[in-house]
Nanobody, 124 residues
Framework: VQLQASGGGLVQAGASLRLSCTAS????????VGWFRQAPGKEREFVAA????????YYTNSVKGRFSISRDNDKNTVYLQMDSLKPEDTAVYYC??????????????????WGQGTLVTVSS
């Protein structure tokens, strides 16, 4: 499966963005999908994940209440709605998939399938 993240851009603090993760070559319908980010000079960190049936979601504490992950299996797309963006949200955002579920993906991202990232820059 080839994943492509899109929707990044340059925004001011407090603005919103919606990232999309689309797949080609396979369906996202039976895998968990997660979002991770890597800021300059920092390690990659987990942001959010959702099970294939939308039944379970996870968020890192710093984005709870501001970010929302959702999926449209008919469109083979997973979204990350990001509201009230802060400068510390600046990073390259990546999506990843794993058939073993969102919790596995959250805890063991090195075993996941990864796509190209999209840059989010939040100015103060």
């Amino acid at each position: 499966v080839q994943l492509q993240a899109s929707g990044g851009g340059l925004v001011q603090a407090g603005a919103s963005l919606r990232l999309s993760c689309t797949a080609s070559g396979s369906t996202l319908g039976r895998v968990a999908v997660g979002w991770f980010r890597q800021a300059p000079g920092k390690e990659r960190e987990f942001v959010a994940a959702i099970d294939w049936n939308r039944g379970q979601t996870y968020y890192t504490n710093s984005v709870k209440g501001r970010f929302s992950i959702s999926r449209d299996n008919d469109k083979n797309t997973v979204y990350l709605q990001m509201d009230s963006l802060k400068p510390e949200d600046t990073a390259v955002y990546y999506c990843a998939t794993d058939p073993r579920g969102s919790n596995w993906l959250r805890l063991r991202p090195n075993t996941a399938s990864w796509g190209q990232g999209t840059l989010v820059t939040v100015s103060s």
